[in-house]
């Protein structure tokens, strides 16, 4: 599984390297608020429960600088190996984020702050096992994105939790 993480991890990195290699015209950090939609894969770590697709909501503020406050909630629904039943994952964070810019419209992001997280699981029937996981703590990311003015696109890696990672694609609208 570790593998798997980190060939998605270099194809991220591949990725925001050829956006930070472009020469368009120079963009300037964004200063407002931003509001976007994520969806990607949720990387589960843990041998009961399967990979799924993730959606996510961010809400921020640039600064101007390149910094930014982003709150962000994500959801997932996978299934439970050998058709144990399936669970409910979801989380929310407030990060401090930092968008590095090349000569172009193309950054670099990382971010970090604190989640909250919570795991429910359910038999195949639909009844709740005796399981209900919730966890908080440092969180952290890496990713790049592309500003084309009033519209951002972003492909980043987040870390949730210990056996959580995500790998996401969004766009968010700058105001």
Not at 65 to 81: C, V
Not at 106 to 126: C, H, T, V
Not at 151 to 175: H, M, P, R, W
Request: proline fraction near 2%; charge should be negative; include cysteine.
């Amino acid at each position: 599984m570790k593998g798997k993480t980190m060939k998605k991890l270099l194809s991220m990195l591949a990725i925001t390297g050829c956006l930070l290699a472009s020469n368009s015209a120079l963009a300037q950090p964004h200063e407002g608020f931003m509001l976007g939609l994520k969806a990607g894969h949720l990387d589960v770590d843990l041998a009961v429960a399967e990979s799924d697709i993730a959606y996510g909501l961010l809400i921020g503020y640039g600064f101007g600088n390149g910094l930014a406050i982003e709150f962000e909630a994500n959801s997932a629904d996978g299934d439970l190996s050998r058709n144990l039943g399936d669970y409910d994952f979801s989380s929310s964070a407030l990060y401090l984020a930092g968008h590095l810019y090349g000569s172009g419209p193309a950054y670099l992001k990382i971010k970090g702050g604190y989640f909250e997280s919570s795991n429910e699981a359910r038999d195949p029937l639909g009844n709740k096992y005796n399981y209900d996981e919730e966890d908080s703590g440092f969180s952290f990311g890496l990713g790049g994105g592309y500003n084309f003015g009033a519209v951002s696109l972003e492909a980043e890696y987040t870390k949730l939790e210990t056996n959580y990672n995500l790998f996401s694609i969004g766009a968010n609208y700058n105001f």
